[in-house]
């Protein structure tokens, strides 16, 4: 056994990431809980004297990636393998010797990998820990730590790292329980803005295990370096705490509170710069605090940061395009990650054609949609002029869109049991993009069809659109499968940022997906997301309205009528309301918003063109209608008096009040 005064960072191998780091903070002077090591080759000696190497790489090797059932099978045949052996007498005696010395009633037992924590990968959340341990079931949680080197989610993760031809072993780390009245992580450097003189402090009542998981939402502190200053908070109501006991009741006034005092986040700041300046890194660090005493229990390397060449790629692109709003509502980034050919490989593959880009903005849980405009026009026009030359191929993508409709209704009732499966996803995202595909090239081919075959084409497609409006409902039903899935570790803003591959991986900063759900922008080309945040959003959004001046705004008509009235801004119509006469604004109508359309007296979209859903149920409606404002949603605002005249396609401001 080793005990953490001698393991340094060099002994990464012996004591695993975490290990070596807890023995490393030790040496520099920092406060960390007492505790000892189970090295690695113990866990080696442990499966090779018991002959189970040669059965682990047969396993393996069976492992395909792509397919989730082969991961979860392999991990429950080397866990039972595992498990099933007794724990060596000769080990258990230098264990118990150990735990003895730190005269503690309960430790954490931690697993700690030989390949984990480093500047490349973070193995945060894929293997095991047990707070609380006592001596009655010390030698049962080590077992658990050596088997969770070969959970589902860690086969899933050393595969993704590509780490699967790396000799990976575990060691334990056994800890004394700091009995947390509050606890939480921090990062040396901004993680969002990657300012390297901020330092952000999240603290809770409580263990730190509830703010980990998301099951809590801790207070947030942002501290300058220099000069060293607390520069923002957010404090939170935290009703509840996890507890030696279990989970316990905060009173209402303390639940309200501050949790650190601003001299307490200034002591823990000072301590969180020491180590950032120790190792000479960007630090992602947990600590706790009890009995008038910081202690750290971890820092590894911040692994998340963005790559600021490719953000700063990303935003000159965003900033010199010129886009056109296509749709906007409360979708996650979860929900489109399903669909993340429809505008890429998926067209290319039926029609020949595709939109190389498309700037995705999100801004308090609604997400906008918006395309380029000159290589949109050169994708609709591409499209146009195939229906031109072969008008049967109307007919043909009418009902090819139908029967993708049909095939992805059948596919969305999925069981949450069958979603557990990357052969039923995969199936899943095939037919999502066929049919997200044909709805893309369709609309897209309607706004530059000419003007021969436009009544057909329009109507045709049309029917077809109607026909696939169930999908929706659909859609959400599965988006609710999927969340109830992921809510044991994420909360409802965080799965609403995140990725299908992050999901599915757990690699994740749950801080980064907090503020994707407040406010970003992403730039989604066939090769994924790439996020933007805060400064370089709002960079964006002032890029559009630099050149719009005096009071009125220019869109497409879709049903004409000159109409005076107060404005009504609307992003999400689950359970919006209008009052009769108003006029409604929004980034883009959608089955849901009919309801309160038939109340409006007129309607302004930002995106849209002559066969959106706006400007056909308003010409149904035969309300008047001016779509693809591009900007509306940001320069009209509640209560604001406006004339349309949507026989021109003017809004003119008349009473900002």
Same mark, same amino acid.
């Given at each position: 056994?080793?005990?953490?005064?001698?393991?340094?960072?060099?002994?990464?191998?012996?004591?695993?990431?975490?290990?070596?780091?807890?023995?490393?903070?030790?040496?520099?002077?920092?406060?960390?809980?007492?505790?000892?090591?189970?090295?690695?080759?113990?866990?080696?000696?442990?499966?090779?004297?018991?002959?189970?190497?040669?059965?682990?790489?047969?396993?393996?090797?069976?492992?395909?990636?792509?397919?989730?059932?082969?991961?979860?099978?392999? &991990?429950?045949?080397?866990?039972?393998?595992?498990?099933?052996?007794?724990?060596?007498?000769?080990?258990?005696?230098?264990?118990?010797?150990?735990?003895?010395?730190?005269?503690?009633?309960?430790?954490?037992?931690?697993?700690?990998?030989?390949?984990?924590?480093?500047?490349?990968?973070?193995?945060?959340?894929?293997?095991?820990?047990?707070?609380?341990? %006592?001596?009655?079931?010390?030698?049962?949680?080590?077992?658990?730590?050596?088997?969770?080197?070969?959970?589902?989610?860690?086969?899933?993760?050393?595969? #993704?790292?590509?780490?699967?031809?790396?000799?990976?072993?575990?060691?334990?780390?056994?800890?004394?329980?700091?009995?947390?009245?509050? &606890?939480?992580?921090?990062?040396?450097?901004?993680?969002?803005?990657?300012?390297?003189?901020?330092?952000?402090?999240?603290?809770?009542?409580?263990?730190?295990?509830?703010?980990?998981?998301?099951?809590?939402?801790?207070?947030?502190?942002?501290?300058?370096?220099?000069?060293?200053?607390?520069?923002?908070?957010?404090?939170?109501?935290?009703?509840?705490?996890?507890?030696?006991?279990?989970?316990?009741?905060?009173?209402?006034?303390?639940a309200q509170q501050q949790k650190l005092s601003n001299e307490q986040i200034l002591e823990l700041s000072t301590v969180i710069q020491n180590i950032e300046?120790?190792?000479?890194?960007?630090?992602?660090?947990?600590?706790?605090?009890?009995?008038?005493?910081?202690?750290?229990?971890?820092?590894?390397?911040?692994?998340?940061?963005?790559?600021?060449?490719?953000?700063?790629?990303?935003?000159?692109?965003?900033?010199?395009?010129?886009?056109?709003?296509?749709?906007?509502?409360?979708?996650?980034?979860?929900?489109? &990650?399903?669909?993340?050919?429809?505008?890429?490989?998926?067209?290319?593959?039926?029609?020949?054609?595709?939109?190389?880009?498309?700037?995705?903005?999100?801004?308090?849980?609604?997400?906008?949609?918006?395309?380029?405009?000159?290589?949109?026009?050169?994708?609709?026009?591409?499209?146009?002029?195939?229906?031109?030359?072969?008008?049967?191929?109307?007919?043909?993508?009418?009902?090819?869109?139908?029967?993708?409709?049909?095939?992805?209704?059948?596919?969305?009732?999925?069981?949450?049991? #069958?979603?557990?499966?990357? &052969?039923?996803?995969?199936?899943?995202?095939?037919?999502?993009?066929?049919?997200?595909?044909?709805?893309?090239?369709?609309?897209?081919?309607?706004?530059?069809?000419?003007?021969?075959?436009?009544?057909?084409?329009?109507?045709?497609?049309?029917?077809?659109?109607?026909?696939?409006?169930?999908?929706?409902?659909?859609?959400?039903?599965?988006?609710?499968?999927?969340?109830?899935?992921?809510?044991?570790?994420?909360?409802?803003?965080?799965?609403?940022?995140?990725?299908? %591959?992050?999901?599915?991986?757990?690699?994740?900063?749950?801080?980064?997906?907090?503020?994707?759900?407040?406010?970003?922008?992403?730039?989604?080309?066939?090769?994924?997301?790439?996020?933007?945040?805060?400064?370089?959003?709002?960079?964006?959004?002032?890029?559009?309205?630099?050149?719009?001046?005096?009071?009125?705004?220019?869109?497409?008509?879709?049903?004409?009528?000159?109409?005076?009235?107060?404005?009504?801004?609307?992003?999400?119509f689950n359970d919006a309301q209008i009052n009769q006469g108003e006029i409604l604004v929004t980034g883009m109508t959608d089955p849901n918003a009919v309801?309160?359309?038939?109340?409006?007296?007129?309607?302004?979209?930002?995106?849209?063109?002559?066969?959106?859903?706006?400007?056909?149920?308003?010409?149904?409606?035969?309300?008047?209608?001016?779509?693809?404002?591009?900007?509306?949603?940001?320069?009209?605002?509640?209560?604001?008096?406006?004339?349309?005249?949507?026989?021109?396609?003017?809004?003119?401001?008349?009473?900002?009040?």
């Open positions: 056994m080793k005990f953490f005064k001698d393991i340094s960072s060099k002994d990464t191998k012996l004591a695993g990431g975490k290990g070596a780091s807890l023995g490393e903070l030790t040496q520099a002077g920092i406060q960390v809980p007492p505790g000892f090591v189970i090295p690695s080759d113990v866990f080696n000696k442990f499966i090779e004297s018991n002959h189970l190497v040669p059965e682990i790489d047969a396993i393996l090797a069976k492992v395909d990636i792509q397919s989730i059932h082969t991961v979860n099978a392999a &991990s429950e045949k080397i866990q039972e393998l595992i498990l099933a052996v007794e724990f060596p007498e000769s080990l258990q005696a230098e264990v118990q010797t150990a735990f003895d010395k730190l005269d503690a009633e309960f430790v954490a037992v931690r697993s700690s990998a030989t390949a984990e924590d480093s500047a490349s990968a973070a193995w945060a959340g894929q293997l095991e820990t047990y707070l609380n341990t %006592t001596q009655a079931n010390l030698f049962d949680n080590i077992k658990k730590c050596w088997a969770s080197l070969f959970t589902p989610r860690a086969i899933f993760y050393r595969f #993704e790292k590509q780490l699967h031809s790396t000799d990976i072993a575990v060691a334990v780390v056994v800890q004394k329980m700091i009995q947390s009245e509050m &606890s939480g992580i921090a990062f040396s450097v901004h993680p969002i803005t990657q300012d390297t003189n901020q330092i952000i402090i999240e603290a809770g009542y409580g263990l730190g295990e509830a703010i980990v998981s998301g099951q809590i939402t801790p207070d947030s502190y942002v501290v300058e370096k220099a000069p060293h200053a607390i520069i923002d908070k957010q404090i939170a109501d935290q009703s509840k705490g996890l507890f030696k006991n279990g989970w316990q009741t905060i009173k209402e006034n303390k300046k120790h190792y000479g890194f960007a630090c992602d660090i947990e600590w706790a605090f009890a009995n008038n005493q910081f202690y750290i229990t971890q820092s590894r390397p911040i692994t998340t940061l963005n790559n600021t060449n490719q953000q700063n790629k990303s935003l000159q692109k965003a900033l010199n395009t010129e886009w056109q709003k296509d749709w906007e509502g409360p979708f996650s980034i979860l929900q489109l &990650s399903f669909s993340k050919d429809v505008y890429f490989d998926k067209p290319q593959e039926i029609f020949g054609t595709q939109i190389p880009t498309i700037l995705l903005t999100i801004e308090n849980g609604i997400t906008a949609a918006y395309l380029p405009v000159k290589e949109y026009e050169e994708f609709g026009t591409y499209l146009a002029d195939k229906l031109f030359k072969d008008p049967s191929l109307i007919a043909q993508w009418a009902d090819n869109f139908k029967l993708a409709a049909d095939n992805l209704t059948l596919k969305f009732k999925i069981s949450a049991e #069958e979603l557990q499966q990357e &052969s039923a996803i995969e199936e899943l995202l095939k037919a999502y993009t066929v049919y997200g595909a044909y709805q893309v090239a369709c609309k897209a081919a309607v706004n530059f069809l000419h003007k021969d075959i436009f009544e057909e084409a329009s109507k045709r497609f049309e029917e077809a659109r109607k026909y696939s409006e169930t999908i929706y409902k659909d859609a959400e039903k599965l988006n609710n499968t999927l969340i109830s899935i992921a809510q044991t570790q994420y909360s409802d803003a965080q799965l609403y940022g995140i990725t299908l %591959t992050e999901l599915l991986s757990n690699d994740v900063d749950k801080t980064i997906l907090e503020n994707r759900h407040k406010k970003s922008a992403v730039v989604w080309t066939k090769d994924g997301f790439d996020f933007l945040y805060d400064a370089d959003v709002d960079s964006i959004k002032k890029s559009w309205i630099a050149d719009l001046s005096g009071d009125s705004l220019k869109g497409t008509p879709a049903f004409e009528g000159v109409i005076t009235g107060k404005c009504k801004i609307i992003h999400d309801p309160l359309m038939k109340k409006a007296a007129a309607i302004i979209t930002d995106a849209g063109g002559m066969l959106c859903h706006a400007a056909i149920v308003s010409r149904e409606l035969e309300i008047p209608c001016i779509v693809g404002t591009k900007v509306a949603t940001q320069i009209l605002t509640d209560g604001m008096q406006v004339e349309v005249d949507a026989n021109i396609g003017l809004i003119t401001i008349l009473d900002k009040y």
